[in-house]
């Protein structure tokens, strides 16, 4: 084994949530096999930690302790040796159809690492079997990290098994919820492996700024590609003519212009995803509505008004996108009541190269449509909610998020003057092809301005 690598073990009781771990530290939604059933592990299975491609810990996740009362009383009936020795000792006299198989593999690991993580279901109380699992893991003389799993659960009871953790005189506990991520949580668990491992605190610091670079990366690239898609959108405009608008529908877009912003949105969504290292299969058929990359409830229905406060009277009820000519971009000043004026000639002097496009839809009879406010409101609040719980979904998670609870839908302050500047720029939207205003300064610094306001 190569004495660079810091190798941990990862042991603890059927179903405490073992390979849930794994997967969350590995950020590997496919690693192993999680179920409910009891001994879903039955082999050693492994995974790594990289710095810039360079294994730094090896983890090695490991088959369920099931009988850790009778395992403890087969080691103790072993006479003379102590600690390390008597385990070796054990598998040593194990028969090859021994009912121990699960736990040998469990002790072969535990000999071999440098460090054990003992995670535990903290919703369940604490028994018998959980202080001999300590006591034949305390054996192989190896630091142990007790590693407290399904903290937000309502029937947790952490301050139960830390009184009890402390009276075994493991005090290095860590609180690390495998369902609900908190990444503080995460370098908490690297730091007490440092205070554990004295001489490998270096490389582990390593670790850890590696771990936190690549977090703040992440973040800072999701929130872009939600600033992008809400440039993109509020920027983009279609021209119509008039007598193209729906019967009865003064204004509102045909389909192709709503497919086009779905589409916008779908690969917004599955950048997001691939961001925070999932994929559609990890959302499918839960209960947050996002099935194959598509938010179930269309971004154009009406319940999304209701979902978020909106006023459901509005035209995004009915799917809807304001027209916006010269009229709205000038404030109100049409064509004639400038010239009315006496000011044609400086209105269009002015305005003509800001409005060319406008005023000549104005000429020829035709309007520019873009989509509507609350559509746009929206747009950002369901990228939003996305942002926070894909931030907090740990690996393991197996149940959906409640979009309810996970984003306050309040927009920023700025965002009057965000889609004012946006749509004073048709040029700046990629769903119309990437020109050089696209690349503009001006453009960034509202992409820039759009991700600060994440925090």
């Known amino acids: 084994m190569d004495k660079g690598i810091i190798s941990v073990a990862i042991v603890g009781h059927t ?3 073992k390979t849930s771990m794994m997967r969350t530290l590995l950020r590997d939604q496919g690693f192993g096999e999680v179920a409910i059933s009891p001994g879903t592990t039955r082999h050693v299975e492994g995974g790594s930690l990289l ?3 360079k294994k730094v810990i090896n983890l090695y996740d490991t088959p369920g302790l099931e009988d850790s009362i009778g395992l403890l009383a087969a080691i103790d009936n ?5 600690g390390r020795e008597k385990l070796k000792r054990f598998l040593d006299g194990l028969p090859p159809d021994t009912e ?4 040998a593999k469990v002790i072969r690991q535990l000999l071999e690492d440098d460090l054990i993580f003992y995670v535990i ?5 604490v028994l018998g079997k959980y202080r001999d699992e300590l006591k034949v893991i305390a054996m192989s003389a190896k630091p142990v990290i007790p590693v407290l799993n399904f903290i937000k659960d309502e029937h947790s009871l952490v301050a139960s098994w830390q009184h009890s953790l402390a009276d075994l005189g493991l005090h290095a506990v860590v609180e690390f919820d495998t369902v609900i991520f908190n990444f503080e949580d995460e370098k908490r668990l690297y730091q007490k492996m440092q205070a554990l491992m004295a001489s490998r605190h270096d490389q582990i610091q390593q670790l850890i700024d590696a771990r936190q670079q690549q ?4 973040l800072k690239a999701a929130r872009r590609i939600i600033a992008e898609l809400m440039v993109d959108v509020a920027s983009y405009r279609q021209e119509q003519s008039v007598d193209e608008s729906e019967p009865g529908d003064s204004g509102i877009l045909r389909r192709p212009f709503h497919r086009l912003v779905r589409k916008a949105e779908e690969r917004g969504i599955h950048e997001l995803l691939r961001i925070f290292h999932f994929d559609d299969r990890d959302v499918k058929n839960e209960e947050l509505p996002i099935t194959n990359g598509r938010w179930e409830l269309d971004l154009f229905d009406p319940g999304n008004l209701r979902e ?8 995004a009820a009915k799917g809807a996108a304001v027209g916006v000519g010269i009229d709205a971009m000038t404030g109100g000043l049409t064509l004639g009541a400038a010239a009315a004026l006496g000011a044609a000639a400086g209105f269009m002097w002015t305005a003509g190269r800001r409005y060319k496009d406008e005023i000549a839809s104005k000429i020829t009879g035709s309007q520019f449509i873009c989509i509507d406010e609350n559509t746009l409101k929206i747009l950002w609040f369901r990228q939003a909610v996305l942002y926070q719980a894909l931030q907090h979904r740990g690996h393991a998670s197996q149940s959906g998020i409640s979009i309810g609870n996970a984003f306050n839908t309040q927009l920023p302050n700025q965002w009057k003057t965000w889609i004012q500047t946006a749509r004073q720029h048709p040029r700046w939207s990629s769903l119309r092809g990437k020109s050089d205003e696209f690349f503009s300064r001006e453009r960034e610094k509202l992409v820039e301005s759009m991700m600060e306001s994440f925090g």
Request: hydrophobic share 30%; proline share 3%; net charge negative.
């Open 308 to 315: 978020f406060g909106l006023d459901a009277g509005s035209n």
């Open 215 to 218: 977090w703040q990366a992440q």
């Open 121 to 125: 279901d903290s919703r369940e109380p």
């Open 51 to 53: 710095i810039n491609g």
């Open 78 to 82: 072993l006479s003379g040796g102590e």
């Open 15 to 17: 179903n405490a949530g």
């Open 100 to 103: 121990f198989d699960q736990e």
